[in-house]
């Protein structure tokens, strides 16, 4: 399973990848190297904090379901506990988990969330 993951902190990226040690995980610390992945590649799962530098990971999210070949991957944005509701709601448009890291990684299999 391939998985993207972009998170602004580089423990938080590490965290996640080690999480995955069945999966061939790309990891990025900011929006602009994530969009480029997306845009470039496939993915079964993608993983971002909407909190990145340079474009969020709402941006990159948008950007993945409207030009990239993961029109249809499943998506999970990490929650930092201070969300609006717009958050969720955008979340919610984009067709996306908002998760804490916390439930991240009580999920024992993450190719659940792939449809």
Same mark, same amino acid.
């Given at each position: 399973?391939?998985?993207?993951? +972009?998170?602004?902190?580089? +423990?938080?990226?590490?965290?996640?990848?080690?999480?995955?040690?069945?999966?061939?995980?790309?990891?990025?610390?900011?929006?602009?190297?994530?969009?480029?992945?997306?845009?470039?590649?496939?993915?079964?799962?993608?993983?971002?904090?909407?909190?990145?530098?340079?474009?969020?990971?709402?941006?990159?999210?948008?950007?993945?379901?409207?030009?990239?070949?993961?029109?249809?991957?499943? +998506?999970?944005?990490?929650?930092?506990?201070?969300?609006?509701?717009?958050?969720?709601?955008? +979340?919610?448009q984009l067709n996306a988990a908002m998760?804490?890291?916390?439930?991240?990684?009580?999920?024992?299999?993450?190719?659940?969330?792939v449809s």
């Amino acid at each position: 399973m391939r998985v993207l993951v +972009a998170h602004w902190q580089e +423990a938080v990226v590490k965290l996640i990848e080690d999480h995955l040690p069945q999966c061939e995980v790309t990891c990025h610390t900011h929006g602009f190297a994530a969009l480029a992945s997306v845009r470039s590649a496939y993915f079964d799962l993608v993983i971002s904090s909407h909190y990145l530098p340079v474009i969020t990971g709402f941006e990159v999210l948008r950007n993945m379901r409207l030009h990239s070949p993961n029109i249809n991957t499943s +998506a999970i944005l990490l929650s930092e506990g201070n969300e609006s509701p717009d958050h969720h709601r955008l +979340a919610k448009q984009l067709n996306a988990a908002m998760l804490s890291i916390e439930e991240v990684m009580k999920l024992k299999n993450l190719e659940l969330w792939v449809s």
